[in-house]
């Protein structure tokens, strides 16, 4: 095979409680891209659609991510990438996790899966790097892996697996102004008290317990964030308003996803999911800016293979 076109999922990242080491993967939003092996050695992006990014491969998330994994791998081809972007740029759903994920699983399948998906994170984490300034896996991991996972160390880089219970669904609003993570992560603190540490640290553990035990009171009453939503909320319009209306039709809880602007709730059948999204919608059409409001499953697989 020479070319392969792919679907590569949106992630909520942080998933409240988990900042920088929790993700899951959505199922109904996502990215396309075209990888085509070619006779000229190197990596070149031939296309973009649907987003004003750079076509320079070093400048690129995608491109970044690709030029370490062909320095790791010395294939006797190269690859020319196309990119149609359905994920808005800085909309807190992993935007940039999809391309570099999708760049590295592409090249990777074309060279006959020489490495693992979990062994692809480290590379997209490179196209992380470039986008937001930190090496974080807590979008590009559940994009390549599905589910929910988890980053237990990131050195050395550690990521397990976490099936979603079934009836699992996420709600997701993205309010249409753009919030870039390097800029959401400049107004974290460095230090935090004992007793915030330990709060969260608290609501992870249930978080991961309620997963596993398809536990839904569990999972919500876990998502919960001490550490970075106090800060982080002011920067995003409406947004307690958006998570007590959501609540209010159901859901189990909610927070901010990734760095965002976009909000997210998780709720326990499609039913409620979509009146949890309606009733964010309703907050933030009450103060006139746009938005756009996703409902989906959570994806199991990760990045598909497209026909």
């Known amino acids: 095979m ?17 900042f920088d080491v929790l993700g899951l993967c959505l199922e109904s939003i996502g990215d396309e891209m075209i990888i085509t092996k070619t006779n000229e050695k190197g990596v070149r992006i031939t296309a973009i659609t649907g987003a004003d990014l750079p076509f ?11 030029l370490a994994l062909i320095e790791k791998l010395q294939p006797d081809y190269g690859f020319e990438i196309q990119i149609h972007k359905k994920i ?20 990777n399948y074309l060279l006959d899966n020489p490495l693992t998906l979990k062994e692809l994170i ?31 160390s990131y050195e050395p880089l550690d990521v397990i697996s976490i099936k979603a219970p079934e009836e ?23 230090n ?47 947004f307690k308003e958006l998570k007590a209306a959501a609540k209010a039709e159901g859901a189990l809880g909610g927070g901010i996803s990734g760095s965002g602007p976009s909000v997210f709730a998780l709720s326990k059948g499609r039913e409620t999911a979509q009146k949890a999204a309606t009733a ?25 293979i497209l026909p």
Do not use: W
């Open 56 to 66: 320079e491969t070093e400048k690129n998330v995608a491109g970044v991510a690709a």
């Open 2 to 18: 020479d070319t392969i076109k792919i679907f590569c999922p949106a992630t909520i990242a942080n998933v409240s409680c988990g």
């Open 192 to 238: 935090i008290s004992l007793k915030k540490a330990t709060i969260q640290c608290g609501n992870l553990g249930g978080l991961i317990s309620g997963l596993y035990t398809n536990d839904y009171e569990l999972i919500g009453r876990s998502l919960h964030d001490e550490l970075v939503e106090p800060v982080r909320s002011i920067l995003i319009p409406k």
């Open 88 to 107: 808005k740029a800085g909309s807190g759903i992993g935007s940039s996790a999809a391309s570099a994920a999708g760049a590295v699983f592409g090249i």
């Open 280 to 304: 964010m919608a309703a907050v933030m059409q009450d103060i006139g800016v746009p938005f756009e409001v996703h409902v989906s499953p959570i994806n199991p697989t990760g990045i598909k």
């Open 168 to 190: 699992l669904y996420a709600s997701v609003i993205h309010p249409q102004i753009e919030l870039k993570t390097i800029d959401a992560r400049s107004v974290l603190r460095e």
């Open 122 to 152: 480290p590379f997209a984490t490179e196209g992380e790097k470039l986008a937001s300034g930190t090496a974080h896996a807590d979008n590009v991991a559940p994009a390549l892996l599905g589910g929910f996972t988890l980053v237990r």
